[in-house]
């Protein structure tokens, strides 16, 4: 019997949307280029974040790792790296903020030279933006079941959707043009949470662990595989994470401590020289601070601390209380969405690039819609949850500019709403999950009796 899971009409639909998207962005750069006409003598704008990662594979590679997080040092390197590269960057510098044991993976890139290293960066990135994406289309249901024997169908063009929204995306688009990191912690996060479903405890913790290279997007992922998969998932980002500090240690003795030492020191002095780019947050603390500071600087710097704290406190015991009722269910789906799709929130250091994480929640909510019955009507949280995803997914594109217009980042709150309807979910799941098993433990129990 043929079962069609994805109505042909919203495939469309889909489709004819990211076209229409694709068209947006491009019409965004024409236009942007006919208005500012040709400027060589401006210099490139184009990929500095990767600055940082070059100059830390330079010192690595010359064996000056012990000027990582000199911010002398860094401000004298970029100077004199924008003037032979032609590059845009100003009075600006970009300090090294990961931990040392990265630096080691661009030390072989830095040997090739500031623009072939930049090339083959991007190409790292986009690669595993690719391998990220293929492991997410695995995760939504095929679209035919036509016989329990054989193989299900499965038709490209609705898994084609999944790189081809993700590539029309801001956040890919900001990854990509400032040739940041986020396609390999996109790749690190899918391949945590494909584990994570299938139960493969020590294989998610030691995906968990390698994205610890940034702690703000692997620590909650953590903390929910540990209480939901017990101690292997520990165990696992214990080996990982252990053998890249053990690796530091022996590679590159003493960056460790100093980087434990001046990463705190060094974050202030940056935000307290330079306008520092709370509107990029995607944080309670970015949204206060951006709305507060159109009021007084002296009030945003603070007040927007203490208001980013009470905020997250209902979302944390909210997203707490959800781990907690899910710990022992078998289907992680909900409480993986909610995770993600909240920590940006509640970290104090999350950046708009790397929502682009948040790929991860939406294709395991589409998975669960297009695997639903259709013949049972959807919740209204759930009709809601889906609308927001879709304006949060429109409203990226415009947000860095109507951030600026209107001094209060939208985004935030938007954010706040899908997470609390995924956690409100997630909780609804595991009650729903919960008394099924208590039903069939009772059964089970009533046949025991009888058969005694």
């Given at each position: 019997?043929?079962?069609e899971?994805?109505?042909?009409?919203?495939r469309?639909?889909?489709?004819?949307?990211?076209?229409?998207?694709?068209?947006?962005?491009?019409?965004?750069?024409?236009?942007?280029?006919?208005?500012?006409?040709?400027?060589?003598?401006?210099?490139?704008?184009?990929?500095?974040d990767?600055?940082?990662?070059?100059?830390?594979?330079?010192?690595?590679?010359t064996?000056?790792?012990?000027?990582?997080?000199?911010?002398?040092?860094?401000?004298?390197?970029?100077?004199?790296?924008?003037?032979?590269?032609?590059?845009?960057?100003?009075?600006?510098?970009?300090?090294?903020?990961?931990?040392?044991?990265?630096?080691?993976?661009?030390?072989?890139?830095?040997?090739?030279?500031?623009?072939?290293?930049?090339?083959?960066?991007?190409?790292?990135?986009?690669?595993?933006?690719?391998?990220?994406?293929a492991?997410?289309?695995?995760?939504?249901?095929?679209?035919?079941?036509?016989?329990?024997?054989?193989?299900?169908?499965?038709?490209?063009?609705?898994?084609?959707?999944?790189?081809?929204?993700m590539?029309?995306?801001?956040?890919?688009?900001?990854?990509?043009?400032?040739?940041?990191?986020?396609?390999?912690?996109?790749?690190?996060?899918?391949?945590?949470?494909?584990?994570?479903?299938?139960?493969?405890?020590?294989?998610?913790?030691v995906?968990?662990?390698?994205?610890?290279?940034?702690?703000?997007?692997?620590?909650?992922?953590?903390a929910?595989m540990?209480?939901?998969?017990?101690?292997?998932?520990?165990?696992?980002?214990?080996?990982?994470?252990?053998?890249?500090?053990?690796?530091?240690?022996?590679?590159?003795p003493?960056?460790?401590?100093?980087?434990?030492?001046?990463?705190?020191?060094?974050?202030?002095?940056?935000?307290?020289?330079?306008?520092?780019?709370?509107?990029?947050?995607?944080?309670?603390?970015?949204?206060?601070?951006?709305?507060?500071?159109?009021?007084?600087?002296?009030?945003?710097?603070?007040?927007?601390?203490?208001?980013?704290?009470?905020?997250?406190?209902?979302?944390?015991?909210?997203?707490?209380?959800?781990?907690?009722?899910?710990?022992?269910?078998?289907?992680?789906?909900?409480?993986?969405?909610?995770?993600?799709?909240?920590?940006?929130?509640?970290?104090?250091?999350?950046?708009?690039?790397?929502?682009?994480?948040?790929?991860?929640?939406?294709?395991?909510?589409?998975?669960?819609?297009?695997?639903?019955?259709?013949?049972?009507?959807?919740?209204?949280?759930?009709?809601?949850?889906?609308?927001?995803?879709?304006?949060?997914?429109?409203?990226?594109?415009?947000?860095?500019?109507?951030?600026?217009?209107?001094q209060v980042?939208?985004?935030?709150?938007?954010?706040?709403?899908?997470?609390?309807?995924?956690?409100?979910?997630?909780?609804?799941?595991?009650?729903?999950?919960?008394?099924?098993?208590?039903?069939k433990?009772?059964?089970?129990?009533?046949?025991w009796?009888?058969?005694?």
């Amino acid at each position: 019997m043929r079962s069609e899971r994805l109505p042909s009409s919203l495939r469309t639909k889909l489709w004819k949307g990211c076209f229409a998207v694709a068209l947006f962005i491009a019409s965004l750069f024409i236009l942007d280029f006919v208005m500012s006409g040709p400027q060589p003598a401006k210099g490139s704008g184009f990929g500095l974040d990767y600055i940082a990662f070059y100059r830390a594979g330079m010192l690595v590679h010359t064996g000056h790792a012990d000027r990582l997080y000199d911010l002398q040092d860094t401000r004298n390197f970029d100077s004199a790296l924008a003037q032979r590269q032609n590059l845009s960057l100003g009075n600006n510098y970009a300090p090294f903020l990961n931990p040392p044991f990265l630096a080691l993976l661009f030390a072989p890139l830095a040997m090739l030279g500031y623009t072939p290293s930049l090339v083959i960066w991007l190409l790292i990135n986009i690669s595993c933006c690719a391998g990220a994406a293929a492991l997410l289309c695995r995760i939504i249901p095929a679209e035919y079941d036509l016989d329990p024997n054989l193989e299900p169908l499965r038709d490209w063009k609705n898994y084609a959707l999944v790189p081809a929204l993700m590539l029309v995306s801001l956040p890919f688009l900001q990854t990509i043009g400032h040739a940041q990191n986020t396609g390999v912690s996109l790749l690190l996060m899918t391949w945590a949470v494909v584990s994570w479903r299938d139960g493969r405890a020590f294989t998610a913790g030691v995906a968990a662990g390698i994205l610890f290279y940034k702690p703000q997007l692997a620590a909650l992922v953590l903390a929910a595989m540990a209480i939901t998969l017990g101690w292997r998932a520990l165990a696992g980002a214990c080996a990982s994470l252990g053998s890249l500090l053990l690796l530091n240690v022996l590679a590159l003795p003493g960056t460790l401590t100093d980087y434990l030492h001046r990463l705190g020191p060094n974050v202030q002095y940056m935000m307290a020289t330079h306008p520092y780019i709370w509107q990029r947050h995607a944080t309670f603390n970015g949204f206060w601070h951006v709305t507060l500071n159109q009021l007084s600087p002296e009030i945003a710097s603070s007040t927007a601390t203490y208001l980013a704290i009470l905020c997250s406190m209902p979302v944390a015991f909210g997203l707490l209380l959800c781990i907690w009722r899910n710990r022992k269910s078998t289907s992680r789906d909900r409480i993986i969405a909610a995770v993600i799709a909240t920590a940006p929130l509640i970290m104090p250091y999350y950046l708009d690039y790397d929502l682009l994480l948040l790929a991860v929640p939406a294709v395991l909510l589409a998975s669960e819609m297009i695997d639903r019955d259709s013949s049972q009507p959807l919740p209204k949280g759930d009709v809601w949850l889906i609308r927001l995803w879709i304006a949060f997914f429109l409203l990226l594109l415009i947000n860095p500019a109507l951030t600026k217009v209107l001094q209060v980042n939208l985004s935030v709150p938007m954010l706040t709403a899908i997470a609390g309807l995924a956690i409100a979910r997630a909780i609804r799941g595991a009650s729903a999950q919960n008394s099924e098993t208590d039903s069939k433990n009772f059964l089970n129990s009533c046949r025991w009796y009888v058969a005694a």
